[in-house]
C-alpha cells in the first residue's frame, strides 16, 4: 500500500505536491471560470437535487445533470442559430460564481461579498446580499449560500435573509439541499452538519476523525462523502447515524458518485477508482489508474469516465471496472452527451470523443474549460478570454465573444456568462416586454381612466411588425386612443365611442434595441362601486421572441 499523504489543517503548510496538482486540476477543468466554480467543477453532485429545479430549462447550481454541465431542456439556441447571437446586457460584477438562473432572475455570487439577483431579460439588479461570497443555490424560491462559516437562506424575489447559521468551522461549497435539508461539510475540523431547510435549525452532526472531507452526496435516503485518512462514508440522511465506511487506499479530495445503487470514488495518493455497493459499503470492484484522481468520476450510459493526473481519460465497464479505452487529454472534466465525451483538455484542444470507443471524432484548438453541451451545440470559455460555441457535431465554430472568460450557462435561448469584470447575456431575436399601467387606482364611476401599455423590445434584435391585442375592460366603455413612441406610430382597430371590444393596435415599422413604443387606452368607468376592472394585454412581432413570458401582462383595480 502506498504512503498516506493527509491533507493538514488550514493553519498548517499544505505539502507542495498535492497543492500544485489541486492547482493544476482546478486550472484544467475550468480554466477561465472564477474561484467558487471551480470547486463545484470537482465535487458537485446533482443526483441529491431533483427538487433544486423549479423549471426543467433552469439552471439553479453549477453542474446541473449527475456532475455535468449540460442543458437537455435548451430548444431555443441551437445550431442554425447561434452564430446570431449578440449582446443583450452586461452588468458589471466583479469576479465571483458561475450564473445560477431561476424564474427569470439571475443569481451569482460576487467577489465583494455579496450575492447579487439580477433581472434576466434587463441585467438590472434586484437585490443584493452581503454573505462574504459563496455559490448560490436556488431551491423552492430560497437561495442557500455557504461562505466562510456561516450558511445563508435568503428569499428568492426579495433578497431578505430568511434564516442564517453560524458553525464553529469552515464550510465547504459546494453543498447539498434534499428534501427539506442542507447538508454541508467542513473545510477543517471533519465534521458534516445537516440543517432544517426551512428553519436552519441543526438537526444532527457527524464528527470523523479527519480534517477535511468532501462535500456530500444524497442519494436514497444516504449521505456520502470522503475524508482525509482514507474513508468513505454512508450517514442516514434523516438521523445522521453511520451505515458504514469504506477504507480506500488514498485520501479522498472529491465526492462521490452514486448511479444505480453503486457508489464510485476515487483517491488522491492511492491513485484507484472504487466501486461499492451504495446499501452496505461492499466493494464490487476496484480499478488502479496512472495517477492520482482528483476529480469526481461521470457515470454516464453504463460506463465510469475519470481523469486522473496522469493526463489520460480512463472509460471504465461501470459494472465490472474493466477498461474499455483510454485517451490521452492531458487532463480535464468531460461532459457526456449522445454517446460523445466532450472534453476542455489540457493539451490545449476541445475533443469530441466516441463514447463507446474512445475514437477522437474532432478536436478544436484551444486551452478551454469544462464544456456545456445543449440542442447540439459546445459552449465553453477559453484561455484566450473568449466564450465559443461549437458544432457538436463536427466541432465548427459558430460563434465566439471576448469576455475575459468564464464558464457559460445556457437557458431559454439566452447565454449567461460571469466574465472578466462583468456578467454577460447573449441572445438572438427581439425581447418584448409588456406591461399594463393604469393612470390612477382610484377610481370611480363616471370617471376616465387611461390604462398606458409600454411595449420595451430588450432586444438585442430590432422586432419587426409588433401588434398588441387588448380590449375594452367591462365595466367601461371606450373614449379614445393614442400612440406614441417609435417612428411609424401604428395604426389602431377599436370599437366605436362609447361601445366595447377588441383593440387591436399595429406598429406598422421596426423596434430597435431599448426603444419603447407605447398605446395609451383611455375609457369612461360605468361599473358602480366595489366592482373589479380588469384590462389584460398581449404583444408580439414578425421577429423571433425566445422569451415570451414577458409578452403578456394585467393589472386589475376596484371602483370606489
Same mark, same amino acid.
Given at each position: 500500500m502506498k504512503s498516506v499523504i493527509c491533507l493538514p489543517h488550514r493553519k498548517q503548510n499544505v505539502p507542495f505536491r498535492i497543492a500544485g496538482w489541486m492547482l493544476t486540476i482546478m486550472l484544467l477543468w475550468l480554466?477561465?471560470?472564477?474561484a467558487n466554480t471551480s470547486l463545484d467543477a470537482q465535487t458537485s453532485n446533482n443526483v441529491s437535487n431533483t427538487s433544486a429545479v423549479p423549471s426543467s430549462a433552469d439552471w439553479t447550481q453549477f453542474l446541473r445533470d449527475n456532475i455535468q454541465r449540460l442543458n437537455p431542456d435548451e430548444t431555443v439556441l441551437g445550431v442554425d442559430n447561434v452564430g446570431s447571437l449578440q449582446l443583450k446586457w452586461k452588468t458589471p460584477i466583479s469576479g465571483?460564481?458561475?450564473?445560477?438562473? /431561476? #424564474?427569470?432572475?439571475?443569481? $451569482?455570487?460576487?467577489?465583494?461579498? #455579496?450575492?447579487?439577483?439580477?433581472?434576466a431579460s434587463t441585467g438590472a439588479k434586484v437585490w443584493s446580499y452581503a454573505t462574504g461570497g459563496g455559490s448560490p443555490t436556488i431551491v423552492n424560491g430560497v437561495v442557500y449560500v455557504a461562505s466562510g462559516v456561516n450558511v445563508?437562506?435568503?428569499?428568492?424575489? @426579495?433578497?431578505?435573509k430568511l434564516w442564517s447559521y453560524a458553525a464553529t468551522f469552515l464550510l465547504l461549497n459546494p453543498f447539498a439541499v434534499a428534501n427539506g435539508v442542507v447538508y454541508v461539510s467542513s473545510d477543517d475540523v471533519g465534521t458534516i452538519i445537516a440543517l432544517n431547510a426551512s428553519t436552519g435549525s441543526l438537526l444532527w452532526s457527524y464528527n470523523t476523525s479527519a480534517v477535511a472531507l @468532501?462535500?456530500?452526496?444524497?442519494?436514497?435516503?444516504? $449521505?456520502?462523502?470522503?475524508?482525509?485518512?482514507? #474513508?468513505?462514508?454512508?450517514?442516514?440522511?434523516?438521523?445522521?447515524?453511520?451505515?458504514?465506511?469504506?477504507?480506500?487506499?488514498?485520501? $479522498?479530495?472529491?465526492?462521490?458518485?452514486?448511479?444505480?445503487?453503486?457508489?464510485?470514488?476515487?483517491? *488522491?495518493d492511492g491513485e484507484t477508482v472504487y466501486a461499492l455497493n451504495a446499501n452496505t459499503g461492499a466493494k464490487l470492484w476496484s480499478y488502479a489508474t496512472g495517477g492520482m484522481v482528483i476529480s469526481s468520476p461521470v457515470v454516464a450510459g453504463g460506463v465510469v469516465y475519470v481523469g486522473p493526473?496522469?493526463?489520460?481519460?480512463? /472509460?471504465?465497464?461501470?459494472?465490472?471496472?474493466? !477498461?474499455?479505452?483510454i485517451y490521452k487529454t492531458g487532463g480535464g472534466f468531460p461532459t457526456i452527451v449522445n454517446g460523445v465525451v466532450y472534453i476542455g483538455a489540457g493539451d490545449g484542444n476541445v475533443y469530441a470523443l466516441n463514447a463507446s470507443t474512445g475514437a477522437k471524432l474532432w478536436s478544436y484548438a484551444v486551452m478551454a474549460g469544462t464544456p456545456v453541451v445543449a440542442n447540439g451545440v459546445v459552449y465553453f470559455g477559453a484561455g484566450d478570454g473568449n466564450v465559443y460555441a461549437l458544432n457538436a457535431s463536427n466541432g465548427a465554430k459558430l460563434w465566439s465573444y471576448t469576455t475575459g472568460g468564464g464558464s457559460p450557462v445556457i437557458v431559454n435561448g439566452v447565454?449567461?456568462?460571469?466574465?472578466?469584470? %462583468?456578467?454577460?447575456?447573449?441572445?438572438?431575436?427581439?425581447?418584448l416586454f409588456l406591461r399594463v399601467q393604469p393612470s390612477t387606482t382610484t377610481v370611480h364611476q363616471g370617471d376616465l381612466l387611461t390604462f398606458a401599455f409600454p411595449v420595451w423590445n430588450l432586444g438585442p434584435v430590432a422586432a419587426s411588425q409588433e401588434v398588441l391585442n387588448t380590449q375594452v375592460p367591462a365595466g367601461t366603455t371606450f373614449e379614445y386612443i393614442r400612440i406614441s413612441g417609435t417612428p411609424g406610430l401604428g395604426t389602431c382597430v377599436r370599437p366605436p365611442y362609447h361601445g366595447t371590444g377588441q383593440v387591436v393596435c399595429h406598429e406598422n415599422a421596426s423596434m430597435a434595441h431599448n426603444t419603447?413604443?407605447?398605446?395609451?387606452?383611455?375609457? !369612461?368607468?360605468?361599473?358602480?362601486?366595489?366592482?373589479?376592472? @380588469?384590462?389584460?394585454?398581449?404583444?408580439?412581432?414578425?421577429? *423571433?421572441?425566445?422569451? @415570451? /413570458?414577458? %409578452?403578456?401582462?394585467?393589472?386589475?383595480? !376596484?371602483?370606489?
Open positions: 480554466l477561465p471560470a472564477v465571483g460564481s458561475s450564473p445560477a438562473v /431561476a #424564474n427569470g432572475v439571475v443569481y $451569482v455570487g460576487s467577489d465583494d461579498g #455579496n450575492v447579487y439577483a439580477l433581472n445563508y437562506a435568503l428569499n428568492a424575489s @426579495t433578497g431578505a @468532501t462535500p456530500p452526496v444524497v442519494a436514497n435516503g444516504m $449521505v456520502y462523502f470522503g475524508d482525509d485518512i482514507n #474513508n468513505v462514508y454512508a450517514l442516514n440522511a434523516s438521523t445522521g447515524a453511520l451505515i458504514w465506511s469504506y477504507a480506500t487506499e488514498g485520501i $479522498v479530495v472529491s465526492s462521490p458518485v452514486v448511479a444505480n445503487g453503486v457508489v464510485y470514488v476515487g483517491d *488522491f493526473d496522469d493526463g489520460n481519460l480512463y /472509460a471504465l465497464n461501470a459494472g465490472t471496472g474493466a !477498461k474499455l479505452w447565454v449567461y456568462v460571469n466574465g472578466s469584470g %462583468n456578467i454577460y447575456a447573449f441572445s438572438v431575436g427581439a425581447d419603447t413604443w407605447t398605446v395609451r387606452l383611455t375609457v !369612461k368607468v360605468t361599473a358602480p362601486s366595489g366592482t373589479v376592472i @380588469t384590462e389584460n394585454a398581449a404583444t408580439m412581432s414578425d421577429t *423571433f421572441d425566445p422569451n @415570451t /413570458a414577458n %409578452n403578456m401582462a394585467t393589472v386589475s383595480l !376596484k371602483v370606489q
